[in-house]
């Protein structure tokens, strides 16, 4: 299909591990992103990967790159309620314009306390 | 801060009218970018300017257009509005050289 996407909802408790997964479409994209949308609040750069990594760690952030299924999760270790909010795994299409991105609907991740 | 700004952050306007969103991008950056959000069709890119010319363009309607400015300020113009093109209207900056784009905190355009 055309679209990348991604479950609407995740719900965890405080404290446990969150995994957010993503399936893009475009085999030859250069670089794929997650961002977080808080409510009211603008888009906000969580992690990117590039294209040749099958990992990138970054303090509580995990993200897993699996190219041959087109398998993105992004990880997010000991949950916080202020990590409740919308994520959205992107990917770049056109490789010299990383703006330019495709986005998924989003998956809005609940903590629970 | 993403050094984005947008201005105005509401706006109400009726379904025919014609409203201009701004954005000024980060201080450097050449390229902008600017999404719509709606609830059905989630995050759509629209349209690209580096340097004060087009370079590329997504699922912008003809009834919209947009211009960058010597100053790198960008200008996104929605003509003859309907209630569909109620959203929330996103810029974003970056430099052709950079992994990612800054977004801005958005025009929420609601059409009555």
């Known amino acids: 299909g055309e679209d990348v996407e991604q479950s609407l909802f995740l719900s965890v408790r405080e404290g446990d591990s969150s995994v957010i997964n993503c399936t893009y479409t475009d085999s030859s994209s250069t670089y794929l992103y997650w961002y977080k949308q808080e409510p009211g609040a603008g888009l906000q750069l969580l992690t990117y990967i590039f294209s040749n990594m099958d990992m990138k760690q970054d303090q509580r952030l995990t993200v897993l790159l699996n190219k041959k299924d087109k398998h993105l999760s992004l990880r997010i270790a000991d949950t916080q309620t202020g990590d409740s909010a919308i994520y959205f795994c992107a990917e770049s299409r056109d490789g010299g314009s990383q703006g330019n991105l495709i986005f998924g609907k989003g998956t809005k991740l609940s903590v629970k306390p | 801060d993403s050094g984005v700004t947008q201005t105005p952050k509401h706006l109400i306007t009726a379904t025919g009218q014609r409203v201009t969103l701004r954005c000024s991008p980060r201080?450097?950056?050449?390229?902008v970018y600017w999404y719509q959000q709606s609830l059905d069709q989630g995050l759509q890119f629209l349209i690209q300017?580096?340097?004060?010319?087009?370079?590329a363009k997504g699922n912008i309607l003809e009834r919209f257009s947009a211009q960058q400015f010597p100053d790198l300020h960008s200008e996104l113009n929605l003509s003859s509005l309907e209630l569909g093109d109620s959203a929330l209207y996103f810029c974003a900056s970056g430099n052709l050289r950079n992994t990612e784009a800054f977004f801005g905190q958005g025009t929420r355009l609601t059409v009555v």
């Open positions: 201080s450097g950056d050449l390229s």
């Open positions: 300017y580096y340097n004060g010319e087009e370079r």
